[in-house]
């Protein structure tokens, strides 16, 4: 069974660019987080999606984050325009709750703002 | 003041020594707990999940303090491969999805 797919893996961008990244989650797998990680430091939760729903976005910096799950499915989390300290790994995860409710991660986005 | 805090570390240890780690948490109602493993510019996968009483998954246990709000994670006789950065992970009550994420502890095992 295919894992959560995350695009692109790396991308480097000048400030005040815009920047996306793409989610395919795991099939079935009804939540759907964003989170960030800074260097040295644990993922921080940016946003969380049940089916298609948003039902948590309070840590997400409204003024240049977006982010939508069209049908439930597939995810996308922009950032216009950027900043250098918006520089981390964005990692997408999917959890099933009708089993043990694990957290699948996938492999990130590293974004690098110069 | 952070909700999950844990000890950075790093924790350097020779191969064979026991290990533990704590991690203490704020929110009292706090439901249910995980211990994640990240290796080095990888994604966090799950170790094991902390149950009240406690549990074990070979050379790993578990343990849950509610009275005092914390969690550690114990490591017997550790290998070269046990290196990495371990997650603690709290779900935060009342909100059952939200999954709240500690600094992490990063353990290396040396020869």
């Known amino acids: 069974e295919a894992g959560v797919v995350q695009s692109p893996r790396y991308k480097i961008i000048e400030k005040k660019q815009p920047v996306a990244f793409w989610c395919n989650p795991i099939s079935g797998h009804n939540t759907l987080y964003w989170y960030r990680q800074n260097l040295g430091q644990g993922p921080e939760l940016l946003i969380r999606?049940?089916?298609?729903?948003?039902?948590?976005d309070s840590q997400l910096p409204k003024d240049r984050f977006s982010a939508e799950r069209l049908k439930g499915v597939d995810s996308t989390l922009k950032i216009q325009p950027a900043e250098l300290g918006d520089s981390a790994v964005y990692l997408c995860a999917t959890r099933s709750l009708k089993d043990t409710g694990e957290l699948f991660f996938g492999e990130g986005s590293r974004l690098t703002v110069l | 003041r952070k909700e999950v805090e844990q000890d950075p570390g790093p924790f350097n240890v020779p191969e064979g020594a026991t290990v533990a780690f704590n991690c203490t948490y704020s929110n009292s109602a706090s439901q249910s707990f995980f211990w994640y493993r990240q290796d080095c510019r990888k994604e966090p996968k799950l170790l094991m999940s902390?149950?009240?009483s406690g549990n074990e998954d070979g050379r790993f246990t578990a343990q849950l303090n509610r009275a005092s709000q914390y969690i550690s994670l114990l490591i017997r006789d550790s290998k070269l491969s046990d290196s990495a950065t371990y997650l603690c992970?709290?779900?935060?009550?009342?909100?059952?999805?939200?999954?709240?994420f500690g600094q992490g502890t990063t353990l290396q095992v040396k020869p």
């Open positions: 992970v709290v779900n935060r009550a009342g909100n059952t999805g939200k999954l709240i």
């Open positions: 999606y049940e089916n298609e729903e948003a039902v948590d």
């Open positions: 902390v149950y009240s």
